[in-house]
């Protein structure tokens, strides 16, 4: 499916982990994800899916642009429960493989829920994300109204709020580090857990689709 990203231009991050955590990483339009989970996916020697190319692969199965298949989303929940349900089967699959992978979407943390081994959200002053993204196919009041919209239909299909960063295990400000040393930070989390000195983590009721 071309989902499994060991992505050969990325930077190489300065160390490897060896580690088997199922890791999600979510954020807005601009969090710096995708960078971070290139370099992950490099330091850990993992593939990782990411929920922007699921996207992608639905409107080419829809045949329509990224912008047609977003308005449509904004139209119908089948788009979106399609992408969650994708997403869902994949964070099944490798919450039992003990085997490090990567999954990054906006709701990666809430979908794979306590499946998942470490949950990170990434974030940034919406400016620097604006400016991060100029070159994308979303500009800035698109991105703006793709995030309202998406959490208003998040909280509509499954009572979720988006909002609620309560559960994860790191809430990162990407704009306070360079992108080798938000990685270096997040190797540093990944390196030091030792699964017998967890006390627990936050838990999340499963999200019904």
């Not at 009041?141 to 239909?153: D, H, L, T, Y």
Request: charged share 30%; glycine share 6%.
């Amino acid at each position: 499916m071309g989902l499994n990203k060991m992505l050969e231009e990325s930077p190489t991050p300065r160390r490897s982990v060896d580690s088997n955590l199922f890791i999600t990483v979510s954020g807005p339009p601009g969090c710096g994800a995708t960078t971070l989970c290139e370099g992950l996916s490099r330091a850990l020697d993992c593939g990782y899916v990411s929920g922007g190319d699921i996207f992608r692969e639905l409107a080419e199965d829809h045949e329509m642009s990224l912008s047609q298949l977003i308005a449509k989303a904004d139209e119908k929940d089948d788009i979106d429960r399609a992408l969650d349900r994708r997403l869902r089967t994949i964070a099944e699959q490798w919450g039992t493989a003990n085997k490090a992978f990567i999954l990054e979407s906006r709701l990666a943390g809430w979908l794979a829920g306590n499946r998942a081994d470490l949950r990170i959200w990434l974030d940034a002053p919406e400016e620097i994300r604006v400016d991060r993204t100029r070159d994308r196919e979303e500009m800035e009041a698109e991105m703006r109204v793709r995030e309202v919209s998406e959490a208003g239909r998040y909280e509509s299909y499954y009572g979720i709020d988006v909002t609620d960063q309560s559960f994860y295990d790191l809430r990162i400000n990407t704009a306070r580090w360079s992108p080798d040393a938000l990685l270096e930070i997040v190797l540093t989390a990944v390196e030091e857990y030792e699964a017998n000195s967890d006390e627990g983590a936050f838990h999340t009721p499963d999200v019904e689709l």
